[in-house]
Antibody
């Protein structure tokens, strides 16, 4: 069963760039979509964006100007960068795998989040 | 932007039935998924494609769909079911993922 683990600094200064990495174990990264989701304190879940194993990305329009997601399949990792952070970006950040129905052995329609990391709290403060 | 609407809270006595609704304009076209989240933990998938229960999820969890509303039902609620529940779907293009605001289920 695939497992995901977030890592990165827990404290970031305002106006700087938040960086997190997700390490994938127990399964292949190939042919899957990998995503970042955040949850502000006491609030709900917000999808940030996804990356396909090939490097193709798609971002939430509300964050698109500040988000970059990258992948390194040789290291079994994908990463999130969120620039120009403010206190409003303080959140628990989750990495997750997008699941769905496979049309064939390599192609599927990503519809939901079937595996999650435990989450990483990132606080934006000076 | 696309939104999914859930009630903020549902309270139920042990052994009774809890029903959590989720409404959204695209739900007649797009499937809904439900996640359970307990304090300090990551969400886990408890219902897939409106009505399909993932492996390992107790059969007291069931899902239904009617038009623009989907419902997660917990029959014979147990204390361990106390948690936040989020519905999730996508917009009509299928490329924007959205979560409902969450429903806190309290077992009295």
């Amino acid at each position: 069963q695939v497992q995901l683990q977030e890592s990165g600094p827990g404290l970031v200064k305002p106006s700087e760039t938040l960086s997190l990495t997700c390490t994938v174990s127990g399964g292949s990264m190939r042919n899957y979509y990998w995503s970042w989701i955040r949850q502000s304190p006491g609030k709900g879940l917000e999808w940030i964006g996804y990356i396909y194993h090939s490097g193709r990305t798609h971002y939430n329009p509300s964050l698109k100007s500040r988000v970059t997601i990258s992948v390194d399949t040789s290291k079994r990792q994908f990463s999130l960068k969120l620039s120009s952070v403010t206190a409003a970006d303080t959140a628990v950040f989750y990495c997750a795998r997008l699941g769905g129905d496979f049309y064939d052995s390599v192609t599927y329609d990503p519809t939901h989040f079937d595996s999650w990391g435990q989450g990483a709290l990132v606080t934006v403060s000076s | 932007s696309y939104e999914l609407t859930q009630p903020p809270s549902v309270s139920v006595s042990p052994g009774q039935t809890a029903r959590i609704t989720c409404s959204g304009d695209a739900l007649p076209k797009q499937s809904a998924y439900w996640y359970q989240q307990k304090p300090g933990q990551a969400p886990i998938l408890v219902m897939s494609r409106d009505t399909e229960r993932p492996s390992g999820i107790p059969d007291r969890f069931s899902g239904s769909s009617s038009g623009a509303t989907v419902t997660l039902t917990i029959s014979g609620v147990q204390a361990e079911d106390e948690a936040d529940y989020y519905c999730q779907s996508s917009d009509t293009s299928g490329s924007f993922y959205v979560f409902g605001s969450g429903t806190k289920v309290t077992v009295l």
